[in-house]
């Protein structure tokens, strides 16, 4: 699989859907753990081979690595240090057809 096929928004990919739907932090503020505002999430990168969400495209245009956040209830911590997030982070899967 090409590079460029492999990795694919999640809002491109109308036939997949998050494991676990709370997680979908699309639209969340990020804010750093003294409470510093970075933007918003304006979408997730799903690396497809894998199945699972790597990272979150920014408003900006900023790629956010995944395993750097944790998922509060309606914004999201982004944490400096490797292994600090408590967020366990979301698998994606392809829809059942219906």
Do not use: C
Request: glycine share 6%.
């Amino acid at each position: 699989m090409h590079h460029e096929d492999r990795f694919a928004d999640l809002d491109a990919l109308s036939k997949w859907q998050l494991v676990n739907e709370e997680q979908d932090i699309r639209g969340y503020p990020v804010r750093s753990v003294e409470g510093q505002e970075y933007g918003k999430i304006e979408d997730m990168l799903v690396d497809k081979d894998r199945e699972e969400v790597l990272a979150v495209r920014m408003e900006d245009g900023r790629l956010v690595a995944a395993e750097r956040l944790d998922i509060h209830d309606d914004y999201v911590i982004y944490t400096r240090n490797d292994g600090t997030s408590r967020t366990n982070y979301t698998y994606t899967r392809v829809r059942p057809r219906t």
